[in-house]
């Protein structure tokens, strides 16, 4: 066999080679986000028209982006006052659905931007909290879309119900103690005051303003 039939066919096993291994590989990387992601997973392939390749490049984007997100820690008493916020909207919700609803979206989104995540946009918050909390980010989609929903008076009681259960769930995991937290109380002390989380904004509700309580 000459020298040049001998390299045509290496180059010929080379490529045959890289052809059968390489749809593992890619088959690999998207069960591995699937098994990360879940249901976001699922949700975003539905989006790109069950295509599972797409879905993979744009959740691999977000782990690039946000993969590496520096958490920010909560003091003790800040973590309690925004525990008691989200109680007083739950009771509020018994009387005046939309307006809970509203707030509660604003307060999710306030806790998140404290915990380091996105504040420029939704969308820009959505991708970001996927990334850490996969299995519960469609709690602020549902309340963002409820509150949206309300504020045009097309809202229906129990969607408006399930996206605050939705949304109470993601709210939890974003109050759950962190490592950074307790580096934040040590600090406390030194500092001259404490910054408390911001209350919800009031929103003009019909021909009332409803406020934080």
Same mark, same amino acid.
């Given at each position: 066999?000459?020298?040049?039939?001998?390299?045509?066919?290496?180059?010929?096993?080379?490529?045959? *080679?890289?052809?059968?291994?390489? +749809?593992?590989?890619?088959?690999?990387?998207?069960?591995?986000?699937?098994?990360? #992601?879940?249901?976001? $997973?699922? %949700?975003?392939?539905? !989006?790109?028209?069950?295509? !599972?390749?797409?879905?993979?490049?744009?959740?691999?984007?977000?782990?690039?982006? $946000?993969?590496? @997100?520096?958490? /920010?820690? @909560? *003091?003790?008493?800040?973590?309690?006052?925004?525990?008691?916020?989200?109680?007083?909207? !739950?009771?509020? #919700?018994?009387?005046? +659905?939309?307006?809970?609803?509203?707030?509660?979206?604003?307060? @999710?989104?306030?806790?998140?931007?404290?915990?380091?995540? +996105?504040?420029?946009?939704?969308?820009?918050?959505?991708?970001? @909290?996927?990334?850490?909390?996969?299995?519960?980010?469609?709690?602020?989609?549902?309340?963002? &879309?409820?509150?949206?929903?309300?504020?045009?008076?097309?809202?229906?009681?129990?969607?408006? %119900?399930?996206? &605050?259960?939705?949304? %109470?769930?993601? $709210?939890?995991?974003?109050?759950?103690? /962190?490592?950074?937290?307790?580096?934040?109380?040590?600090?406390?002390?030194? !500092?001259?005051?404490?910054?408390?989380?911001?209350?919800?904004?009031? /929103?003009? *509700?019909?021909?009332?303003?409803? *406020?934080?309580?």
């Amino acid at each position: 066999m000459s020298v040049g039939i001998g390299i045509i066919c290496g180059a010929v096993v080379a490529i045959m *080679t890289a052809l059968v291994l390489v +749809p593992p590989v890619a088959r690999s990387r998207s069960s591995g986000l699937r098994a990360r #992601f879940g249901p976001e $997973f699922d %949700r975003i392939a539905a !989006q790109h028209h069950g295509d !599972q390749k797409a879905a993979a490049r744009e959740l691999g984007a977000r782990v690039r982006r $946000f993969g590496r @997100l520096r958490i /920010q820690g @909560l *003091t003790v008493p800040a973590r309690e006052q925004y525990a008691a916020q989200w109680a007083g909207l !739950q009771e509020q #919700f018994v009387d005046c +659905p939309g307006a809970a609803v509203a707030k509660a979206n604003r307060l @999710l989104s306030h806790l998140a931007a404290e915990r380091g995540y +996105p504040a420029e946009s939704h969308a820009l918050q959505i991708d970001a @909290l996927s990334v850490h909390h996969p299995h519960r980010v469609d709690g602020s989609r549902q309340l963002h &879309m409820a509150a949206q929903k309300a504020a045009n008076g097309e809202a229906e009681a129990e969607k408006m %119900r399930q996206a &605050m259960v939705a949304g %109470r769930l993601l $709210f939890e995991e974003l109050l759950r103690t /962190q490592p950074q937290d307790e580096r934040a109380s040590k600090a406390l002390p030194r !500092q001259a005051i404490w910054r408390r989380p911001r209350s919800v904004p009031a /929103q003009r *509700t019909g021909d009332r303003t409803q *406020t934080s309580g």
